[in-house]
């Protein structure tokens, strides 16, 4: 991922990576949020809710996985290996890292420090942060000035939750 164009900015190829890699952590964020609300309607218990969480996280991770081994042989017509295995790892890594957040906090509810509501609240409440934050940083970098990048980070927000909840009332 070292390459560089002689005016030190990232080339075509790494761009594109960074994207798609952007795009895995926002997905995976939103199926996070939902997953974590859908929780926060039973009473899983701290366990249930981290094996909740892991196995969401992993599931999404080995979907993509697959689905990008199984694009890249249908079209290159072999498996990827080296280089490119490497890189699909480091695009779909996001989707395992996306459950950091929200286990560290039902971790925290397990050990007693907060109750699982409200570990999983905080939870939510964390990856709308992200959410924000990544529109948030997307409006500065597309020149709009402060004002219309909170604003970008509000609409991410709002649009992130609109779809987790979405996601949450289609399984219940």
Known sequence: MAEHTRSG???????????ERLKERIY??????????GLSFGDPGPAGAGATVLTTALALWLAAFTADQQAHRTVHRGFATGHELRRMLYVSSPLLTCAVAPGVMIALSALGAMSLRTALLTAVCLAVASLFAWGFVGGLRMG??????VLAGLVDAVLGVAIALVKVSAGH
Not at 144 to 149: E, H, I, P, T, V
């Open 9 to 19: 900015e990232p080339s075509e190829a790494e761009t594109g990576t960074l994207a």
């Open 144 to 149: 709009g000035g402060r004002l219309l990048a």
């Open 28 to 37: 995976a964020t939103i199926t996070m949020i939902a997953v974590i609300v």
